[in-house]
């Protein structure tokens, strides 16, 4: 075989390897997205919020050097230099009402709800306002580095990396000085912490070593990008880093990350149109490895008999639709694992128990079913909370307080169901408003 081919093929194999390993990762939950200034907005100005405020702050100080950075602009002799210290005030007082629109590929990217976890590098809050659209503002939380370790926020078990929040990696846009990266001291010194043992997170930290990440729309020079990847993961040697999109690369800088096993690509639409793509084949062969398939720290976990199964699947996937996260066995349960442990792992560890109780649970009564051990894991956890944990669900023609259910769940108000026509949209809202309070 003439060498071009031969190389073509090393190549396209190569592709193919770290195409599966991306979406073998995306498929375990085990990606999360870094995601940077170029990627954010579709604003006829561009889409870099940065960059556009940069311009119109040139514009206003009738600077016409076009800078490409906060630092080229503050530091242009035709900036006011009694104003310099007060960028980061200007900013945030900009930014007291809602300044850009998140992109429609952002959307597409995070409204898949693949990535409950996702870092910013930009101050702007324009990730944090698509996450609250796709995920509701009850449900996400809101992290930041403040480069202050006595006030650095850091996730507390591993689970936290399963649950919508957004992780300001360089501070979030606030009137306070040196509290988020503006200039390029700024970014030094923040890169600085984040190498630290003792200043960055350490928690977060700890867990990003074993995470695929997928840092796109960054566009920061090449000995910066080495800086930040290498705050994200100090062991750049021993796991891939993942994937790195970014169309302005640097050469010197893409040759370095292949050489540490990663994979880089340069057109970011073209990425998420083949996430998508591989993600709706790997579907369709393995229709039960969807989005929401957490085994422990869950909101809701549903408890039911499989001759309830196509009722269930109805209220499964009207919570879900919500963004509510529900412990589903169909969905929830390894292979080859104890199928047992692991319900009981759910159960301890979810927010709402909710037993579906129907005609065929009474006819069931002298035959053994999971689901019975799951009532005495649930009853008994009931015992010790002072709150609802316990959400009964029944057909509407089933003498529910009449059966011979235990009385425990008896004791808790049943939603009722019409089974010719089943709607949980109601017992969804009730729902929501229980896990608002917690």
Not at 91 to 104: E, H, I, M, N, R
Not at 332 to 354: C, D, P, Q, R, W
Request: a negative charge.
């Amino acid at each position: 075989m003439p060498a071009i081919f031969s190389r073509i093929k090393k190549e396209d194999s190569e592709n193919t390897r770290q195409w599966d390993l991306l979406i073998n990762q995306l498929m375990k939950g085990n990606v999360i997205p870094v995601i940077g200034p170029e990627f954010l907005v579709d604003d006829e100005k561009g889409s870099n919020p940065h960059q556009i405020l940069i311009d119109d702050l040139a514009e206003a100080y009738d600077i016409h050097s076009h800078p490409q950075s906060f630092s080229e602009l503050l530091y242009d002799k035709d900036f006011d230099a009694n104003d310099r210290k007060n960028i980061y005030a200007m900013l945030g007082d900009a930014f007291s009402q809602p300044l850009f629109k998140p992109s429609q590929l952002l959307m597409r990217l995070l409204g898949s709800k693949r990535f409950p976890f996702v870092i910013t590098t930009s101050f702007t809050p324009v990730v944090e306002d698509a996450m609250r659209e796709i995920w509701g503002n009850d449900r996400l939380r809101v992290m930041k580095f403040t480069n202050d370790p006595s006030h650095n926020s850091d996730i507390s078990t591993r689970s936290d990396i399963s649950k919508p929040t957004v992780y300001y990696m360089f501070g979030k846009v606030c009137s306070s000085e040196k509290k988020y990266v503006v200039t390029d001291y700024d970014m030094l010194s923040f890169c600085r912490s984040w190498l630290s043992s003792a200043e960055r997170p350490q928690n977060l930290a700890a867990e990003l070593q074993s995470k695929y990440l997928l840092i796109l729309g960054n566009n920061y020079s090449d000995w910066l990008s080495r800086f930040v990847c290498f705050s994200l993961k100090a062991h750049l040697d021993s796991q891939p880093m993942g994937m790195v999109i970014d169309p302005m690369a640097e050469d010197s800088f893409l040759q370095f990350m292949k050489r540490i096993d990663t994979f880089t690509q340069k057109d970011a639409e073209e990425v998420i149109n083949k996430i998508e793509a591989m993600v709706a084949q790997r579907e369709s062969e393995q229709p039960h490895s969807l989005n929401n398939t957490p085994w422990q720290d869950t909101d809701v976990f549903i408890s039911y008999s499989r001759a309830d199964a196509t009722v269930t699947e109805q209220l499964y996937k009207t919570l879900q639709a919500r963004g509510i996260n529900v412990w589903y066995d169909r969905n929830s349960l390894s292979y080859g694992g104890n199928f047992m442990n692991e319900i009981i792992a759910g159960i301890k560890s979810t927010k709402l128990f909710v037993p579906i109780i129907t005609h065929n649970i009474q006819e069931q009564h002298n035959e053994y079913h999971p689901y019975r051990t799951e009532w005495k894991t649930a009853i008994e956890l009931a015992s010790g909370y002072g709150r609802t944990f316990i959400v009964p669900v029944s057909e509407n023609d089933f003498d529910f307080y009449a059966s011979d259910i235990p009385s425990e769940l008896k004791s808790s108000n049943a939603y009722l169901y019409d089974k010719t026509s089943p709607d949980f949209e109601a017992l969804a809202d009730e729902i929501q408003k229980l896990l608002a309070h917690l």
